[in-house]
């Protein structure tokens, strides 16, 4: 099970790197139907406490997903890029990803990573 996750993880991945020259976890997870994109919505909005209570999985199978994301990256050269996610609307409060507040997690969920050649290509495009 958990290769078949990985391999859906990669192509969405190099789905994103296609399309717009980077990747992220929240599209990620919504990409692979673990996040309903109006419950990604709804905590953009500041309207849930976290981005893991509004996930359709487990923990320890979302943080597979963010270790395969960052492993994936790791192995074909994406730059990792840490995003600033803020509240929608008034105000700039940070967005929480995690239950348990954990740095390294936080971390891991607000990485993007680039594809600096294909980001290059978009760009020249428009």
Not at 32 to 60: A, Q
Request: charged letters at 35%; a positive charge; hydrophobic letters at 35%.
């Amino acid at each position: 099970m958990a290769d078949k996750r990985a391999e859906k993880v990669t192509a969405e991945i190099e789905r994103q790197l296609e399309d717009r020259g980077y990747c992220s976890v929240p599209d990620v997870l919504v990409g692979i139907g673990m996040l309903d994109e109006r419950k990604l919505h709804e905590w953009t909005k500041g309207n849930v406490f976290c981005l893991e209570d509004v996930c359709s999985s487990d923990l320890p199978r979302l943080h597979a997903v963010l270790r395969s994301v960052k492993a994936y990256a790791e192995e074909v050269g994406l730059k990792p890029s840490l995003a600033r996610y803020v509240r929608d609307g008034k105000g700039s409060m940070p967005l929480r990803f995690t239950k348990s507040g954990d740095p390294v997690l936080e971390r891991l969920y607000s990485t993007h990573y680039l594809d600096p050649w294909k980001a290059q290509e978009i760009r020249r495009r428009k």
